[in-house]
């Protein structure tokens, strides 16, 4: 007679072994799946940021590489800065038209880097005005927001050999000479150092 012989399966407690390994490989996946997604989501956050700033800085550089000089402005102050706005005139250039100038400022308000620009003119007497506006932050010109979750913006020229703050009220006096260069500092939330850009001032 031939003998047959059964087969063996898994146990109960073979079974719970099993599920149980898979159930930690499975977590661990999970949390390291996890955390590499947050990585990737803060990574593309910072990102962001720092492309915005180099956009902010990129558009700062072109407004003051357009810097008026005092004697087109008939010793007028062409600068204003302190911790929380850039203020100054620029020179435009219209197509088919003469050359004209505007304000143009930036602010930093409830965490937002904005920048405004005035109508252009010729006429130095609504140029005042237009200034005054820019600096009693009474002028009505909607402002585009560069750059948001900015805590501190700080600024200062480079004059007598050295940077310091801006002075007389963090304008440029009538009858002083245009600063070489201007330092702006801008630190976002969360970041621990701000980031620094220096741009030349009638010397391009």
């Given at each position: 007679?031939?003998?047959?012989?059964?087969?063996r399966?898994?146990?109960?407690?073979?079974?719970?072994?099993?599920?149980?390994v898979?159930?930690?490989?499975?977590?661990?996946?999970?949390?390291?799946?996890?955390?590499?997604?947050?990585?990737?989501?803060q990574?593309?956050?910072?990102?962001?940021?720092?492309?915005?700033?180099?956009?902010?800085f990129?558009?700062?550089?072109?407004?003051?590489?357009?810097l008026?000089?005092?004697?087109?402005?008939?010793?007028?102050?062409?600068?204003?800065?302190?911790?929380?706005?850039?203020?100054?005139?620029r020179?435009?250039?219209?197509?088919?038209?003469?050359?004209?100038?505007q304000?143009?400022?930036?602010?930093?308000?409830?965490?937002?880097?904005?920048?405004?620009?005035?109508?252009?003119?010729?006429?130095?007497?609504?140029?005042?005005?237009?200034w005054?506006?820019?600096?009693?932050?009474?002028?009505?010109?909607?402002?585009?927001?560069?750059?948001?979750?900015?805590?501190t913006?700080?600024?200062?020229?480079?004059?007598?050999?050295?940077?310091?703050?801006?002075?007389?009220?963090?304008?440029t006096?009538?009858?002083?000479?245009?600063?070489?260069?201007?330092?702006?500092?801008?630190?976002?939330?969360?970041?621990?150092?701000?980031?620094?850009?220096?741009?030349?001032?009638?010397?391009?």
């Amino acid at each position: 007679m031939m003998a047959f012989r059964t087969k063996r399966g898994f146990t109960l407690v073979e079974l719970l072994v099993a599920i149980t390994v898979l159930a930690i490989v499975a977590v661990l996946g999970w949390r390291g799946l996890d955390g590499i997604v947050r990585s990737r989501v803060q990574l593309t956050g910072t990102m962001e940021q720092m492309r915005g700033m180099q956009l902010a800085f990129a558009q700062m550089q072109s407004d003051l590489e357009q810097l008026a000089g005092k004697k087109l402005l008939k010793d007028r102050a062409n600068l204003a800065a302190d911790n929380a706005r850039l203020v100054f005139v620029r020179t435009t250039f219209p197509e088919n038209a003469a050359s004209q100038l505007q304000v143009v400022s930036y602010r930093v308000r409830d965490g937002v880097l904005t920048r405004r620009e005035s109508p252009s003119t010729r006429d130095l007497a609504q140029l005042d005005g237009l200034w005054q506006a820019a600096m009693s932050d009474s002028d009505p010109v909607a402002g585009v927001a560069m750059q948001g979750q900015v805590d501190t913006m700080g600024v200062r020229v480079w004059q007598g050999g050295n940077w310091q703050a801006p002075g007389n009220g963090g304008a440029t006096a009538p009858g002083a000479d245009t600063p070489l260069g201007l330092e702006m500092s801008l630190k976002l939330r969360g970041q621990a150092t701000p980031l620094v850009k220096i741009f030349l001032l009638g010397a391009i």
